[in-house]
């Protein structure tokens, strides 16, 4: 197998896990921990589980308010995700592919959350105090903020990317003169 399709398979798989996880986490918030009946546990002075659903996306904007709104979210969400899909089909680079799986991971997290329940469930409340420096969020939207992040800091701080075997057999071939 060579080191390209090693890669996919690699982003692939971290995608499944982190879908894997957090839909796991959230079956916990549900099931054994109840706390959408609970709505609040204390766990340490920095962090509680708050039982939230979201109705928008990120920084609740663009709350669908209605059947066709949740449904219009799910499919540009879904889209995104198709497009992050075919995304990591083009990459060729680990650390890239990396970041394009943690988004796609995510995002394929909560897109399951809307269609199932209508909301995205938000449990993880860190805080300093009263201080909340981050709305609730769950894995999926840690995964999927980590994941811009990787490809942002990679797409300023990294040098151009590796060229393709079919560029350097382009520029390999002596150019024809009449």
Known sequence: MNNVLRNRLMGFVLAIVIFAVDQYVKWLMIGPLRLNHIGHIDLLPFFDLTWTQNFGVSLGMFTATSMETRWILVAVTGLIALVVFVWILRER???????????????AGNIRDRVEFGYVIDYADFHIGTFRP??????????????????????????EKPSTPQSEAKADKPAETN
């Not at 995964?143 to 942002?152: E, H, Q, R």
């Open 93 to 107: 680079r680990l650390g890239d592919i990396a970041g394009l799986a943690l988004v796609l991971g995510g995002a």
């Open 134 to 159: 981050f709305l609730i969020f769950n894995i999926a939207d840690a995964a999927i903020t980590i994941g811009v992040l990787i490809i942002l800091a990679r797409s300023l701080f990294m040098g």
